[in-house]
């Protein structure tokens, strides 16, 4: 085993000498990712318009009109004009400025609620794939446990047991979406675990944690990143439907899904009302959707050539 590490290293130190020498270049993995998404005009597109979605949240309070919370009287359920482009609510509040507010909350659940599912997610995928035997079977019934309940009355449950707040909802949505990558993790993980590079790891003498976090979980990046990109539209749409429901995000705060169902009332008077929430939802999850496909595809090493 340490002559065949000698030699790899005595590879890899004259491929090194030749880059030097005779200007040969690099060819990351990465690089190489990033030069097929740039290809993919409408994922392109669609990262263009998140982009946009995520400084309109950012810069809420310079975008936006008015205070999202503000109430004029003299223009309750006011039709669009140049005042409010969108119109107003029940209290007279512009819409534009509450879906531009809203933005700020879908987003960062998204994000958020994501991040919480691929820590669970990861380190318990990660630990089932490299141990296997009985912690393995112990996790892949917890995930069937999980898997075992209709999704959005999953994360009903969730919210009515811990309550309503937006600490809640990101446990929930996090705990809702932390099974599929968990999955996908432990699938990578016992293939890679049967490399070369990690038995030299273990001849080595290195540690299990230092093999899990150095030498698995990195390879796996690039599933992580499709994972998260294509989960932040589904934690969107669970906040949306959860505050629809009115166990989300709680009034006066806007949120996309609190303003759809609050609009209820008024959509045969004013369906612009609830029409913009709509689309809002309805732009943010298909770019998400489209853009997490392009990546998917571009990193995907099948489809290099």
Same mark, same amino acid.
């Given at each position: 085993?340490?002559?065949?590490?000698?030699?790899?290293?005595?590879?890899?130190?004259?491929?090194?000498?030749?880059?030097?020498?005779?200007?040969?270049?690099?060819?990351?993995?990465?690089?190489?990712?990033?030069?097929?998404?740039?290809?993919?005009?409408?994922?392109?597109?669609?990262?263009?318009?998140?982009?946009?979605?995520?400084?309109?949240?950012?810069?809420?309070?310079?975008?936006?009109?008015?205070?999202?919370?503000?109430?004029?009287?003299?223009?309750?359920?006011?039709?669009?004009?140049?005042?409010?482009?969108?119109?107003?609510?029940?209290?007279?509040?512009?819409? $534009? =400025?509450? !879906? *531009?507010?809203?933005?700020?909350?879908? %987003?960062?659940?998204? #994000?958020?609620?994501?991040?919480?599912? /691929? @820590?669970?997610?990861?380190?318990?995928?990660?630990?089932?794939?490299?141990?296997?035997?009985?912690?393995?079977?112990?996790?892949?019934?917890?995930?069937?446990?999980?898997?075992?309940?209709?999704?959005?009355?999953?994360?009903?449950?969730?919210?009515?047991?811990?309550?309503?707040?937006?600490?809640?909802?990101?446990?929930?949505?996090?705990?809702?979406?932390?099974?599929?990558?968990?999955?996908?993790?432990?699938?990578?993980?016992?293939?890679?675990?049967?490399?070369?590079?990690?038995?030299?790891?273990?001849?080595?003498?290195?540690?299990?944690?230092?093999?899990?976090?150095?030498?698995?979980?990195?390879?796996? $990046? =690039?599933? !992580? *990143?499709?994972?998260?990109?294509?989960? %932040?539209?589904?934690? #969107?749409?669970?906040?949306?439907?959860? /505050? @629809?429901?009115?166990?989300?995000?709680?009034?006066?705060?806007?949120?996309?899904?609190?303003?759809?169902?609050?609009?209820?009332?008024?959509?045969?008077?004013?369906?612009?009302?609830?029409?913009?929430?709509?689309?809002?939802?309805?732009?943010?999850?298909?770019?998400?959707?489209?853009?997490?496909?392009?990546?998917?595809?571009?990193?995907?090493?099948?489809?290099?050539?």
């Amino acid at each position: 085993m340490s002559k065949k590490m000698i030699r790899f290293f005595n590879k890899q130190k004259q491929f090194e000498q030749d880059v030097l020498e005779h200007g040969m270049e690099y060819s990351s993995f990465y690089g190489d990712s990033l030069k097929r998404l740039k290809k993919n005009r409408m994922a392109m597109f669609c990262a263009g318009i998140l982009v946009l979605l995520v400084l309109a949240a950012i810069f809420a309070p310079v975008i936006a009109p008015y205070d999202p919370t503000y109430q004029d009287y003299s223009a309750v359920l006011a039709a669009p004009s140049m005042a409010h482009p969108f119109g107003t609510d029940e209290y007279g509040r512009d819409i $534009l =400025s509450r !879906i *531009i507010y809203g933005s700020r909350v879908s %987003i960062s659940i998204g #994000i958020v609620a994501q991040v919480v599912a /691929s @820590f669970v997610g990861v380190t318990l995928g990660a630990v089932a794939g490299y141990y296997g035997g009985r912690i393995d079977s112990i996790i892949s019934r917890i995930m069937e446990i999980f898997q075992a309940f209709p999704d959005l009355i999953f994360a009903m449950a969730i919210m009515t047991f811990l309550g309503k707040g937006v600490l809640n909802l990101f446990i929930a949505l996090g705990l809702l979406t932390w099974v599929r990558t968990a999955r996908m993790i432990r699938g990578s993980v016992m293939q890679l675990k049967e490399k070369e590079y990690i038995e030299a790891s273990r001849a080595c003498g290195a540690s299990t944690f230092w093999i899990i976090t150095k030498g698995l979980i990195p390879n796996c $990046l =690039s599933t !992580i *990143i499709v994972l998260v990109t294509l989960g %932040i539209p589904n934690a #969107i749409m669970y906040e949306a439907s959860l /505050s @629809f429901l009115g166990i989300g995000i709680q009034p006066p705060t806007p949120s996309w899904g609190n303003m759809i169902s609050a609009a209820q009332t008024f959509i045969s008077y004013r369906p612009v009302y609830s029409i913009m929430p709509g689309v809002a939802i309805m732009v943010t999850v298909i770019a998400f959707n489209i853009f997490g496909d392009g990546l998917r595809d571009a990193l995907d090493p099948k489809l290099k050539n």
